[in-house]
């Protein structure tokens, strides 16, 4: 573990006590166009638990992608704070939050964002090199999750001889490689049918239940509703309203 991360080995206050996986607190995003500000965030607040998985709801444009890049610290806010797992992104320099991510977050993309020139194995194998992990424990640990996603026999298949759903789950794969607190997913069903959208939606459910990772997708897949545990309603940049699934449940029975 980087030495940096923790409070007392820096001497920086970036550790916080540890209540909730996430925590965003009036988090702003704003740009410059022309003579116009662009407010793609405008306060936005909420906090997610350990183990819960949360869809963040929108039609596009409303913010949805920047709010999920604010959590993944691939984007830095213009004002507000982000914690992960009690820790202040802001804080830390470019090595940290590499390490942050890499140890901290699995990521799920909508465009797979997988590497032509590997096999679906070596794919999932790179967040496992970057961190350290020995060649041969990583290459065993890559096809076991793989298996898991149903696409062991697909090993050494180069995403080019996948579909678009193989594809995806080869990305969820490769977002477990490191053993994640949180799955961060970002439309990961807006390049697929809808059965194949299904599917992958009862994938990431059933990792969260299994192994209690909390997952956090930005998505307008209304079938996200079904599995999420609360739904974040997102317009122009603000929170519209915050919904427990069991609440919405009640109200269409």
């Known amino acids: 573990m980087s030495s940096s991360l923790a409070a007392e080995e820096t001497g920086r206050q970036v550790v916080r006590r540890i209540e909730y996986v996430v925590e965003v607190i009036d988090i702003r995003k704003h740009y410059r166009l022309g003579k116009i500000t662009v407010k793609a965030l405008d306060g936005v607040t909420f906090s997610v638990k350990r183990g819960e998985y949360v869809s963040i709801m929108g039609p596009s444009g409303s913010g949805k992608t920047t709010l999920f890049n604010m959590i993944g610290g691939l984007d830095r806010p213009t004002g507000g704070k982000v914690y992960i797992d009690g820790v202040d992104i802001a804080m830390l320099d470019a090595y940290e939050l590499a390490w942050l991510r890499a140890k901290k977050i699995g990521y799920i993309f909508q465009t797979f964002n997988l590497i032509p020139v590997l096999t679906a194995a070596e794919n999932v194998m790179l967040p496992m090199i970057f961190v350290g992990t020995p060649y041969s424990e990583a290459i065993i640990k890559a096809r076991k999750l ?28 490769r977002a477990l490689a490191n053993d994640p607190s949180i799955i961060l997913a970002d439309e990961p069903t807006g390049n697929l049918d809808l059965q194949t959208g299904l599917r992958l939606i009862n994938l990431l459910k059933k990792i969260n239940v299994e192994k209690n990772v909390t997952i956090v997708t930005a998505t307008h897949d209304l079938k996200m509703i079904d599995i999420s545990d609360r739904i974040i309603w997102i317009r122009d940049g603000r929170i519209e309203r915050i919904e427990l699934r069991r609440d919405i449940e009640a109200e269409a029975g």
Request: hydrophobic content about 35%.
């Open 146 to 173: 793989l298996e898991q996603v149903g696409l062991g026999r697909f090993a050494n298949h180069k995403p080019g001889e996948l579909s678009g759903g193989q594809q995806q789950r080869v990305a969820a794969a």
